[in-house]
């Protein structure tokens, strides 16, 4: 039973090695038309850069 197992695994893993080994490429030129911007924003984190027994640690400048 465990010699059948086996190769039914064999059998398995050949067959969908195959399949993911078939692999086409094409390339896709979007237009500018084509791309809509649903979110934009720019974020900034201050920070102060301090120097605590000879090393800089960066500490937040604001808390959350």
Known sequence: MAEEMERDLAEIQQKWGDVAADVTEFGVTPYKKDIAVELFGVAW????L?????AFVELPACAF
């Open 45 to 48: 984190l201050p920070y102060y």
């Open 50 to 54: 301090v120097q605590k027994d000879g």
